[in-house]
């Protein structure tokens, strides 16, 4: 089934699948770009989520779906009645035409990846989905395969080749002025606030639900690094385990949530600290006609899943992960993800035969040996804009170009994305095994 409606013609017509902060990111880029993109439908289970975006449209109640399986089995009917109608069926007449859409943006938790894109790509729609890819590898194959076979784009957000420092990484290593790459040290400061919000109280702390963490936070690392270096993967060893966030390690007299605990004045973990006295991380809470935020915030806190003690929660994913990778070409990459910083960002360092690059999102700094000569590229005004810098809306603006036909070449592409996320699962699997693994 062809849904494709002239997608060449703008604005090009999408679906929200999800609509949390990421999709929100995305819808703000669609306001803006009224004449690039057009909003048809949201679909939502969380009402308070899917009735506030699609009012910011203007989207007529038949527009919203709390499940995209309901989504599609209206465009399915739609254009089963509208064949009738066109085959002269007595009593049929054609529908409206508002639901039907091009595109599809997937921005929905981890465990809901595979199945909207599968079944959006199979009614001929192009598709732009958070990273991670699916939950198996195997699931990230077939959908590159049935890209391939219904002629569409599956778009993978991985944000990182669309950041202004990591792009100019890229530059000068492809410029070949400092040689060949023989090393890749490179260092993912997950902080200890996400980390506490996000990997032990939220919704990625369940691998079940979500993926293993070197998988959910480090994919798009790994694609990066790949789209720099320029060469396959050969095998890769990892290590990492849930060292601290478990109930062992619970100060004496600490409790179960932080509000009733006498440990709380002192604790780095604490939610009361981070939610109500700094206020942060608090734009992931949704506020419903007729509450205040401070009131959910203090229904959080007293009985939400974020004002749990970070020693006492479900999670069980890891809290530090280093990857060993060796490509084709010997080159080594190693990746060290921890918990246990500070601030949250990436460092990396590129050791190449005549030189060395060093970038820490705010700055890149290049040292040319021969020359002796050192350059600092400084992206510190750029990075402080927000949605990482700008990337996110020129993640989206490439995509558009690319399925509105305005360009014939999709940067991060689902194909692209195979090869960082099978090193993620196998990461995942040396972990377990102890073992090295083969490509």
Request: glycine fraction near 6%; charge should be negative.
């Amino acid at each position: 089934m062809d849904l494709n409606n002239n997608v060449a013609c703008l604005p090009v017509r999408m679906v929200a699948i999800g609509a949390g902060n990421r999709m929100r990111t995305y819808m703000k880029y669609v306001r803006e770009h009224s004449n690039e993109a057009r909003l048809v439908a949201v679909i939502e289970p969380d009402e308070v989520r899917r009735n506030d975006m699609a009012d910011q449209f203007g989207l007529p109640a038949e527009a919203r779906f709390s499940d995209y399986e309901e989504y599609f089995k209206a465009v399915d009917n739609l254009s089963s009645v509208q064949g009738k109608a066109a085959e002269g069926v007595a009593g049929v007449f054609p529908l409206n035409d508002a639901l039907r859409a091009s595109v599809a943006i997937i921005a929905t938790p981890e465990d809901h990846h595979f199945q909207p894109t599968l079944m959006a790509i199979r009614r001929g729609m192009h598709v732009l989905l958070e990273k991670p890819v699916a939950q198996r590898y195997e699931e990230c194959e077939q959908l590159a395969s049935e890209a391939r076979e219904h002629g569409v784009y599956i778009g993978v957000c991985h944000v990182l080749r669309y950041m202004p420092c990591f792009r100019k990484v890229r530059e000068v290593v492809a410029s070949g002025k400092l040689g060949k790459v023989v090393s890749v040290r490179h260092t993912e400061r997950v902080g200890i606030d996400r980390q506490a919000h996000s990997y032990v109280r939220g919704v990625f702390s369940d691998s079940r639900k979500a993926n293993p963490m070197f998988l959910s936070k480090c994919c798009h690392d790994i694609d990066f690094l790949l789209w720099v270096v320029q060469s396959p993967a050969r095998r890769v060893s990892s290590f990492g385990s849930l060292k601290w966030f478990r109930a062992e390690n619970a100060p004496e007299g600490s409790a179960r949530r932080c509000v009733d605990c006498k440990v709380e004045p002192t604790c780095p973990y604490s939610a009361v600290d981070l939610y109500w006295r700094r206020r942060e991380w608090i734009s992931n809470f949704d506020v419903p006609a007729g509450k205040s935020l401070d009131e959910v915030l203090q229904d959080e806190l007293n009985e939400g899943s974020f004002g749990r003690c970070v020693y006492h929660c479900s999670n069980d994913v890891v809290d530090h992960q280093t990857c060993i990778i060796e490509l084709a070409d010997q080159t080594t990459i190693s990746i060290d993800m921890t918990a246990f910083t500070r601030d949250d960002f990436r460092s990396t360092t590129i050791c190449l035969t005549e030189g060395e690059v060093y970038c820490d999102e705010s700055k890149v700094v290049v040292k040319h040996f021969r020359k002796g000569t050192e350059e600092v590229f400084d992206f510190t005004e750029s990075m402080a804009a927000p949605y990482h810098g700008g990337a996110d809306f020129l993640l989206l603006d490439d995509f558009l170009k690319a399925v509105s036909g305005r360009t014939d070449h999709l940067s991060s592409s689902i194909d692209e994305a195979l090869q960082s996320h099978r090193l993620c699962f196998e990461a995942e699997q040396s972990r377990l095994t102890g073992q090295v693994r083969e490509l």
